[in-house]
């Protein structure tokens, strides 16, 4: 199949996939009263999910990415281009979720990787679109890391477009507000009930369900949290700029430690 085929096939899938998780959340909220057009959605879906996601996939891949690979073609002789493309796609799921959920945890026991991230946090009602605002730091540091082994290691062209399809798709699986049980596989594969938890300011979860795609990370690390009750509230203890670009200046604004993260560094 052409990557352009490939390309189209995963666009038409995003689209749908949004439709899907839309309807659900008003079919079957885990919050209920959450408005649609809730307070920030379109700093979410214009800011960061249109015009900063299309940036920044310039930056990281023509700025980036091709420059790095120019300069060790040929000299990295490790490659998986002759694996099937669906052991591929799995390999580079597994190993990047992996180190996912490392990074997402020191984030939040770094003070100066948290400032990378706090953002993520900001919104105080979570859906589908909560979990595009990321600080273009944080973005440019992730899929450098997870797009440029892909490249390096021969894989084939389209597995880029199908699995920013799954971490797009996946990651507004785990925000969307949802209710939605997956019984035991919860353990495994991760989804709204566990990482709706993560979003909230409860002291319980400031260190707990980092994970993204599969669950079993927290499982095994030993900080999944889980509780049958739900949050009261979501978001940060501390104000937080509302405008896309207070969002950003303000990791930089002030070095200074908040009561608040001085609560997360005791926990």
Same mark, same amino acid.
């Given at each position: 199949?052409?990557?352009?085929?490939? /390309?189209?096939?995963?666009?038409?899938?995003?689209?749908? !996939? #949004? #439709?899907?998780?839309?309807?659900?959340?008003? =079919?079957?909220?885990?919050?209920? !009263?959450?408005?649609?057009?809730?307070?920030?959605?379109?700093?979410?879906?214009?800011?960061?999910?249109?015009?900063?996601?299309?940036?920044? &996939?310039?930056?990281?891949?023509?700025?980036?990415?091709?420059?790095?690979? *120019?300069?060790?073609?040929?000299?990295?002789?490790?490659?998986?281009?002759?694996?099937?493309? !669906?052991?591929?796609?799995? %390999?580079?799921?597994?190993?990047?979720?992996?180190?996912? +959920?490392?990074?997402?945890?020191?984030?939040?026991?770094?003070?100066?990787?948290?400032?990378?991230?706090?953002?993520? *946090?900001?919104?105080?009602?979570?859906?589908?679109?909560? !979990?595009?605002?990321?600080?273009?730091?944080?973005?440019?540091?992730?899929?450098?890391?997870?797009?440029?082994?892909?490249?390096?290691?021969?894989?084939?062209?389209?597995?880029?477009?199908?699995?920013?399809?799954?971490?797009?798709?996946?990651?507004?699986?785990?925000?969307? /507000?949802?209710? #939605?049980?997956?019984? &035991?596989? =919860? +353990?495994?594969?991760?989804?709204?009930?566990?990482?709706?938890? *993560?979003?909230?300011? *409860?002291?319980?979860?400031?260190?707990?369900?980092?994970?993204?795609?599969?669950?079993?990370?927290? #499982?095994? %690390?030993?900080?999944?949290?889980?509780?049958? /009750?739900?949050?009261?509230?979501?978001?940060?203890?501390?104000?937080?700029?509302? /405008?896309?670009?207070?969002?950003?200046? +303000?990791?930089? +604004?002030?070095?200074?430690?908040?009561?608040?993260?001085?609560?997360?560094?005791?926990?």
């Amino acid at each position: 199949m052409k990557l352009l085929d490939v /390309n189209i096939i995963c666009f038409v899938s995003l689209i749908l !996939g #949004v #439709v899907l998780l839309i309807f659900l959340e008003r =079919k079957h909220p885990y919050r209920k !009263g959450v408005p649609f057009f809730r307070d920030g959605f379109w700093t979410d879906l214009i800011s960061y999910a249109i015009i900063q996601s299309f940036l920044l &996939k310039i930056i990281i891949f023509d700025y980036i990415i091709a420059p790095i690979n *120019h300069s060790i073609h040929g000299k990295f002789h490790l490659s998986i281009s002759e694996w099937p493309i !669906g052991w591929q796609l799995v %390999f580079f799921l597994f190993t990047h979720d992996l180190y996912i +959920y490392w990074f997402h945890r020191w984030q939040h026991a770094n003070k100066v990787l948290w400032r990378t991230h706090e953002a993520h *946090h900001s919104n105080q009602q979570i859906d589908w679109i909560a !979990g595009a605002r990321s600080h273009s730091i944080e973005i440019i540091i992730n899929q450098t890391i997870e797009f440029l082994p892909i490249i390096i290691l021969g894989a084939d062209p389209i597995i880029i477009p199908i699995k920013g399809l799954v971490d797009g798709l996946w990651g507004m699986f785990i925000h969307s /507000n949802i209710r #939605v049980s997956l019984g &035991k596989l =919860k +353990y495994i594969i991760n989804g709204p009930e566990f990482h709706l938890w *993560h979003h909230a300011n *409860h002291r319980e979860v400031f260190h707990a369900n980092f994970s993204t795609k599969f669950s079993f990370w927290d #499982v095994i %690390f030993g900080t999944l949290y889980e509780s049958p /009750n739900q949050p009261s509230s979501w978001g940060l203890y501390y104000k937080f700029p509302k /405008n896309y670009f207070a969002q950003h200046w +303000y990791a930089f +604004y002030r070095w200074t430690f908040e009561p608040w993260e001085k609560k997360r560094e005791d926990t």
